[in-house]
């Protein structure tokens, strides 16, 4: 049985207003630790990039030490059931910020840019007092804001003699190596710093991160074919989604040439290696550097040149070659990592700061070492999924500590705030673990089962779909919109995740019990997928029309515009003829994409798809396959709708928007996807403005008196035919002719 512990906020709350609260209007935490009482602990987290659990001494490693780090967990807390909401190093640091989700802090993808308006626990902690800083990897694209100090990489940043923002906004680069730097620049600031006050130092990695530059101290640390590989190094992808077929990010062929593989000169295997980039690190390096890079790589590259150019290498061997070269590049900068923590733990140490600072080692996700063929990560199985998590803190948590709860980085924040004394914005995600690190580990009896994980950089680099799914101590659950199938895991017969179970009968219950627990943590976190903005550009169709119609938008000038699903998009189909007819003459933009949700449509309006135009009509129909994908609540898909509705108004405020009420489907009033498209139309008609937005309720047109539908109307029952069409005309040429939009009819 676990201990139960009160991890309620409010008897600290209660506490806090009995102690006087402090001038800068935080309160003090409890006084049950004497440890804390007017003395709130500074916080240094350290924060790698693609750090893997797998490679940490500390977590079982089969193939590297990390003394350093292990150092943390026998002097701390390590956690084993640590995650991250959406395995990416953008969206995982705006989590860590933000304490929520990546659909509510609006960083889904990287590239996104970090709304720094928002309240992270930096500034609430710079507010009650601390002083802070980040220095190293941000990758937020947007400032920092609510930092006392940064210095931080542009972008990914590079290994060798590196260029760092400084805060005045100039470049600077600085000789040397970028993990050593980053040490060196956390301990100037920590010598410097105000002594008086706490402070938050986050100390932010480019290391072990693509592409893997080691410095020359650990080249040769870890000898190529000595290094153990994973089982899974040949998965052949069989018993899970197609869709792991899709992905680039395959050792066996997506490493590069130069970049990854660190070979100079043109691709001499192209059958083996991609060729488009060159180690970019190389160009940057002195004279002296890179005598020292080649005196290591030339003589195992052209070894391995030569072999190959004998055909003495079968193409097996070549994928174990590259997996090899791979692991000694990746575990040799995490070599520098190790022993930089190392420096960061031992000046912690020899200084008055030892006794009250907290000192915690985590990555941004976890990422493949091989496992399943694979690099980088994205993906909801366990290697990418999992996030180190150690932490130290002197007279709070015992040494040696080992905690199962399940974490997550949107927890961070909280855990923070509370750690400070600082009350809890309410609207943040994540939940505090203080009171789990301050009672050995345990798992309190209301803490979370399950977490939720959700990936939304498709079509992108590595083509790895978009997905979410559910993970509880045993199973794991992931769902894939675009192919609406779910993958099932049972974690304890299958730890390495080779075979979904989600269609075995024995394993109905399980499947059935984790789409709940899927949904109750969606409603929990307010993920509305008919809001959340998505793109199908993985689709090669679909990405082309969207090319089309970019190009066609861009020639501007377009009057009327329809926006909508393969309902819309069939005015190129069965209604050809009708709207050669009536908007033959108008410039008129079709902006129907057959399949698409709400969602869809909102990614491509937040995109630009319509380009400088500001049409006087837009008609809008949307919403029918949220019914028809997933019988999404009708007030889900209202919400979205609305929301294309205010990206329409934002971007052309002076357009009429005619929203059409979703069509009728399905044979009678009974029909369930009918009723559920009624009640969004119930819904949207409330957003009728009588100045912009005209709703229109067009279900008459397609239905017989007794309330179905003619097969003539609808062959399919859903979409229109030429006389569904013409009457579709119908019903929109008074408010166009009105509007003036039909010229000349
Ligand atoms: C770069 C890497 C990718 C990596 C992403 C995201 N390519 O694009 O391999 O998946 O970053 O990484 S590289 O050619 O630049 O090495 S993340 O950690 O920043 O999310
Ligand atoms: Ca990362």
């Not at 201990?3 to 935490?29: E, I, N, Q």
């Not at 899970?240 to 990010?249: D, G, P, V």
């Not at 999404?632 to 209202?638: L, S």
Request: contains cysteine; negative net charge; aromatic residues 12%.
């Amino acid at each position: 049985m676990a201990p139960m512990y009160d991890r309620s906020f409010h008897g600290l709350l209660w506490l806090a207003a009995a102690l006087a609260s402090l001038t800068h209007g935080f309160t003090k935490v409890s006084a049950d630790d004497s440890s804390q009482v007017g003395q709130r602990p500074n916080i240094i987290f350290i924060f790698s990039d693609d750090h893997a659990l797998q490679a940490i001494g500390a977590y079982g490693s089969q193939v590297n030490q990390t003394p350093r780090i292990d150092q943390l967990a026998r002097q701390g807390m390590i956690f084993d059931q640590s995650f991250c909401c959406n395995s990416l190093c953008g969206p995982s640091r705006a989590s860590v910020l933000t304490g929520k989700h990546s659909h509510v802090n609006g960083f889904m993808r990287n590239g996104n840019r970090f709304d720094g308006s928002q309240p992270t626990f930096i500034k609430r902690l710079q507010k009650t007092g601390y002083q802070t800083a980040v220095i190293g990897k941000w990758h937020l694209v947007s400032q920092p804001e609510g930092f006392d100090f940064y210095r931080i990489l542009p972008g990914q940043g590079s290994y060798y003699n590196p260029d760092f923002i400084e805060m005045d906004g100039s470049r600077k680069r600085y000789e040397g190596y970028c993990t050593d730097l980053i040490a060196d620049f956390s301990i100037d600031w920590l010598e410097q710093r105000d002594r008086d006050r706490p402070f938050v130092l986050m100390c932010q990695h480019k290391a072990p991160h693509r592409n893997w530059a080691p410095h020359p101290r650990h080249f040769g640390r870890y000898k190529l074919g000595t290094i153990p590989e994973p089982a899974t190094l040949f998965d052949d992808y069989s018993g899970r989604t197609k869709l792991l077929h899709e992905s680039e990010m395959s050792i066996a062929n997506h490493f590069h040439w130069g970049h990854d593989m660190k070979f100079h000169g043109e691709n001499r295997f192209p059958e083996h290696f991609r060729g488009a980039i060159k180690n970019g690190e190389y160009g940057r390096m002195t004279d002296q550097q890179k005598a020292d890079w080649d005196a290591y790589y030339e003589p195992e590259n052209q070894a391995f040149m030569k072999q190959l150019q004998a055909g003495q290498l079968t193409t097996e061997q070549v994928t174990q070659w590259k997996y090899q070269r791979y692991m000694h590049d990746y575990l040799g900068c995490v070599q520098a990592v190790d022993e930089n923590v190392g420096r960061i733990i031992d000046y912690v140490d020899n200084s008055e700061l030892a006794d009250n600072t907290v000192v915690i080692y985590c990555s941004d996700q976890g990422f493949y070492l091989g496992e399943h063929g694979w690099y980088d990560k994205r993906w909801m199985f366990e290697e990418s999924l999992r996030m180190p998590f150690l932490i130290r803190w002197p007279n709070v948590v015992p040494a040696g500590q080992r905690s199962q709860a399940m974490i997550q980085n949107i927890d961070y924040a909280p855990t923070f705030l509370e750690m400070a004394g600082v009350e809890l914005p309410e609207d943040i995600q994540g939940e505090s673990f203080l009171s789990i690190l301050k009672s050995d580990g345990g798992v309190p009896e209301d803490w979370r089962q399950a977490i939720y994980y959700a990936y939304y950089e498709n079509a992108a680099v590595h083509q790895v779909p978009q997905h979410d799914g559910v993970r509880t101590d045993r199973y794991k659950a992931m769902y894939f919109p675009r192919t609406r199938e779910w993958n099932l895991f049972d974690l304890e017969t299958d730890p390495q995740e080779m075979k979904s179970v989600h269609d075995q009968p024995q394993y109905k219950e399980v499947l059935e019990d984790m789409k709940q627990r899927y949904n109750q943590l969606r409603d929990k976190y307010e993920v509305n997928s008919a809001t959340i903005p998505a793109t199908r550009g993985d689709e090669a169709w679909w990405a082309k029309r969207d090319r089309e119609k970019r190009q066609q938008a861009q020639q501007g000038g377009h009057d009327l515009v329809f926006i909508g699903d393969s309902i819309t998009q069939g005015w190129e189909g069965a209604g050809r003829d009708i709207w050669q007819q009536h908007f033959g003459d108008v410039k008129a933009l079709n902006l129907g994409f057959s399949g698409d949700r709400t969602e869809h449509v909102i990614w491509r309006l937040s995109q630009n798809q319509m380009g400088p135009n500001r049409p006087q009509v837009a008609v809008i129909m949307i919403g029918t396959n949220n019914a028809g994908h997933s019988q999404q609540d009708p007030a889900q898909t209202a919400a979205g709708v609305q929301e294309i509705v205010r990206l329409l108004r934002q971007k052309s405020p002076k357009t009429k928007i005619l929203l059409q009420s979703i069509f009728p489907r399905g044979a009678d009033p009974q029909d369930p996807l009918r009723q559920i498209n009624s009640g969004v139309n119930e819904k949207i008609s409330s957003l009728d403005d009588g100045q912009h937005v005209f709703f229109q309720d067009v279900s008459e047109a397609f239905l017989e008196p007794d309330g179905t539908i003619s097969k003539e109307v609808m062959p399919d029952l859903l979409h229109l035919s030429a006389e569904g069409y013409r009457r579709w005309a119908e019903t929109l040429l008074p408010k166009l002719q009105k509007w003036n939009v039909l010229r000349g009819q």
